[in-house]
Each structure stands twice: as C-alpha cells, then as structure tokens.
C-alpha cells in the first residue's frame, strides 16, 4: 500500500497530466472553482464555465467525470433527492491543486 505521501506525488503527476493538454484555459478554470467554491454540481459549473468559453454540457460532465474517477482528487456524493450529483474537492487534495494551478 502507498503512503499518504506516495499518493499525492502520485496525483500532482496525474493532474500536472492532465492540464498539460488544456489549450484553452477550461481545465484551470474548472479546478479553479473547486478550490474557489468546495461542492459543485454539473449545472453550477456548467454556469459558471459557459460565461467564459464555448463549452457544452456534456463536455463537462465529462472532464468532471475523469477528474472524479482517474485523478481521485472529488468527492462524489448523491443529494438527498436524487436529482443533481455533488462533487467536492478532497480536503487533502486542495494545497496541491492550489499549487499545481499557480505553477502551470
């Protein structure tokens, strides 16, 4: 099993992945609003991402998605409804992104 320490090397190589393929800016900005606002839906950040680029719904279903699932870093949890999923940037994942998105 890893170390904690293991782990977020191992993310901050995933995410540094990750962004190195965002030619628009739309990746950052997504992560930015994880770190500005905590727990986010797909239509929230949807809003928010559509005021500054040309972007479709299901492209940021998608790019939450992998995020989520391949990089690890939301926590994903279901509202009492059923209706709108809420993602969550990890408390222990925060001073990294902070870091990665300041330095990319």
Request: aromatic share 8%; net charge positive.
């Amino acid at each position: 099993m890893r170390s904690p320490y293991e782990l977020k090397k191992e993310i901050e190589t995933r995410l540094k992945g990750y962004l190195s393929r965002d030619r628009d800016g739309i990746r950052h900005e997504l992560l930015n609003l994880f770190i500005k606002v905590k727990s986010l839906t797909i239509p929230q950040i949807y809003g928010r991402l559509q005021e500054q680029f040309s972007i479709s719904y299901h492209s940021v279903a998608s790019m939450v998605g992998i995020i989520a699932s391949r990089i690890g870093i939301l926590h994903v949890r279901r509202n009492a409804e059923g209706t709108n999923t809420i993602y969550e940037l990890k408390d222990q994942y925060v001073d990294v992104v902070a870091k990665i998105l300041g330095t990319t």
